[in-house]
Nanobody, 125 residues
Framework: QVQLVESGGGLVQAGGSLRLSCAAS????????MGWFRQAPGKEREFVAA????????YYSDSVKGRFTISRDNAKNTVYLQMNSLQPEDTAAYYC??????????????????WGQGTQVTVSS
């Protein structure tokens, strides 16, 4: 069992930055690949970024590539999502998720085993 807790969301103006954190706890939490997803009201959950267990590989959706950076610090059991050049269309609840396939950067939500409760990001124009 892995528990995930997101933090760092908030309200920011267009063009601004935020850094989300996802603290993981539980048995072998660092062995999981991690992903960030987001969900806006009335829309399906959308893949944002993923990182393998050791951080060697990352993968991004086209909509955030070049603006967002996913990273992890396994000594702190924490995964980060640095979000720059935020736009109103980035407004959503952001969720981190853990994938038991350690070397995966899967984009499909159903491949992830554990989910956090989410943190809200609102970008004003």
């Amino acid at each position: 069992q892995v528990q995930l807790v997101e933090s760092g969301g908030g309200l920011v103006q267009a063009g601004g930055s935020l850094r989300l954190s996802c603290a993981a706890s539980g048995r072998n939490a660092n062995n999981y690949a991690m992903g960030w997803f987001r969900q806006a009201p009335g829309k399906e959950r959308e893949f944002v970024a993923a990182i393998t267990w050791g951080g060697a590989r990352t993968y991004y959706s086209d909509s955030v590539k070049g603006r967002f950076t996913i990273s992890r610090d396994n000594a702190k059991n924490t995964v980060y999502l640095q979000m720059n050049s935020l736009q109103p269309e980035d407004t959503a609840a952001y969720y981190c998720a853990a994938n038991g396939a350690s070397y995966s950067t899967d984009t499909r939500p159903y491949e992830y085993d554990y989910w956090g409760q989410g943190t809200q990001v609102t970008v004003s124009s």
